[in-house]
């Protein structure tokens, strides 16, 4: 059977979702499709544009056409989360500028480019943080009053990323008051 880049992409994520971000590696990708690594390359160029294609998969549930930058945010966030170690995928591809960008575009037409690459940035962050505090509850690595459900302060991650989120918003909205008076 021939495999489509489609189903690389699938594979990918299914490593990704077995092992994690450190063993997604075309090696693996190809064995997982009881392939040779270089039968990837005819979908693929590289492992850098595999990345891509897994963070646009990851990201495909979020709809762009959210007038409301909060939940934008929000579903970008619940995307990443969702899939272990989405969040270093996004980020990764992100940084490098190598998936799609439709998400910073939307932001920047809803809040302008600075306020969106500050609302990507933190959601991002705040979504590998939390990411990495799971995994480390998940392998005992912290005790029961330093569990994920729990911030510093007693708050969940959920509030405390609202919390971040309002902040942000706010001083968007204060600093568009103060230029236009």
């Known amino acids: 059977m021939r495999n489509t880049r489609a189903d690389v992409v699938a594979a990918a994520l299914r490593v990704l979702a077995a092992q994690g ?3 997604c590696s075309m090696r693996r990708v190809a064995a997982e499709l ?3 690594p270089s039968a990837l390359y005819h979908h ?3 492992k850098q544009s595999l990345l891509a294609l897994m963070a646009d998969e990851i990201l495909r549930s979020v709809r762009l056409d959210a007038s409301d930058p909060r939940a934008l945010c929000v579903a970008l966030r619940g995307a990443m989360l969702s899939v272990r170690d989405g969040a270093d995928v996004v980020a990764t591809v992100e940084a490098f500028r190598l998936g799609s960008s ?4 939307r932001l920047a037409e809803l809040v302008g480019g600075e306020g969106a690459q500050t609302l990507l940035l933190y959601t991002f962050g705040h979504a590998q943080s939390t990411q990495t505090h799971r995994q480390a509850a998940e392998f005992g690595a912290l ?3 330093e569990l994920p459900q729990e911030a510093g302060d007693g708050r969940d991650l959920d509030a405390t990323f609202d919390s971040g989120i309002d902040i942000i918003l706010g001083g968007l ?3 568009e008051i103060a230029r236009t008076n």
């Open 21 to 23: 971000l450190e063993s």
């Open 34 to 36: 009881d392939v040779q």
């Open 44 to 46: 693929v160029p590289n």
């Open 102 to 105: 439709a998400i910073e575009r």
């Open 143 to 145: 005790l029961a009053e």
């Open 173 to 175: 909205a204060a600093r």
